[in-house]
Nanobody, 121 residues
Framework: QVQLVESGGGLVQAGGSLRLSCLSS????????LGWYRQAPGKQRELVAA???????NYTDSVRGRFTISRDNAKKTVDLQMSSLKPEDTAVYYC???????????????WGQGTQVTVSS
């Protein structure tokens, strides 16, 4: 069973930055797609950033230009650097992993436990 463990959430003022990190226990980490979802109160969970095995990245429109996803295959980590944060970025952020970007966007195989990000105005 693969475990994903997130860290780095917290409280930040609008305009500030946070970096989330996720450590995977998967032995085949380097061939999988990785992503960060978020879920705000009363809203559906949404995929905000994804990166495939080759390093190709995708972002939802609301975070493009402000968030950067990256991966380190040697450390088995995927990070999300968040800048110019807005109150509407407040949510629980979840790390996810799947064999492909397509599956990641539909139904990831593995999820982290989530980390709270709160952006105050």
């Amino acid at each position: 069973q693969v475990q994903l463990v997130e860290s780095g959430g917290g409280l930040v003022q609008a305009g500030g930055s946070l970096r989330l990190s996720c450590l995977s226990s998967a032995t085949y980490f380097r061939v999988d797609a990785l992503g960060w979802y978020r879920q705000a109160p009363g809203k559906q969970r949404e995929l905000v950033a994804a990166i495939n095995a080759g390093g190709l990245t995708n972002y939802t429109d609301s975070v493009r230009g402000r968030f950067t996803i990256s991966r380190d295959n040697a450390k088995k980590t995927v990070d999300l650097q968040m800048s110019s944060l807005k109150p509407e970025d407040t949510a629980v952020y979840y790390c996810s992993q799947a064999p492909s970007i397509t599956q990641l966007s539909r139904r990831p195989l593995y999820w982290g436990q989530g980390t709270q990000v709160t952006v105050s105005s």
